[in-house]
């Protein structure tokens, strides 16, 4: 079984920034792609960026030129940095990674989940 484990979040005032991380562990063969999504109150799930295995970046419009998705391969960790934050972002921000065991078994796994709060 693999696990992703967030790490992070926390409460923040209106403008500042906060650095999550999400780390892999567990038997597979390796990571294609990651990301990060987030989940406000009485809101469905949404896309906040997702990072391929070779570094391709895609990012909500709401989060551009804010929000970088970055990972080190090596240490099958994703992050995603948030700076300028606003209150209406605060979520629950959960990640997610495409994990291969076999060239024909792959399976996407989340996180549990960190609590991101945006104090106005």
């Known amino acids: 079984q693999v696990q992703l484990v967030e790490s992070g979040g926390g409460v923040v005032q209106t403008g500042g920034s906060l650095r999550l991380s999400c780390a892999a562990s567990?038997?597979?063969?390796?990571?294609?792609?990651m990301g990060w999504y987030r989940q406000a109150p009485g809101k469905q799930r949404e896309l906040v960026a997702t990072i391929t295995r070779g570094g391709f970046t895609n990012d909500a419009d709401s989060v551009k030129g804010r929000f970088t998705i970055s990972r080190d391969n090596a240490k099958n960790t994703v992050y995603l940095q948030m700076n300028s934050l606003k209150p209406e972002e605060t979520a629950v921000y959960y990640c997610?990674?495409?994990?291969?065991?076999?060239?024909?078994?792959?399976?996407?796994?989340w996180g549990q989940g960190t609590q991101v709060t945006v104090s106005s």
């Open positions: 997610n990674a495409e994990i291969v065991r076999r060239w024909y078994d792959r399976y996407v796994s």
């Open positions: 567990g038997t597979f063969s390796s990571i294609n792609d």
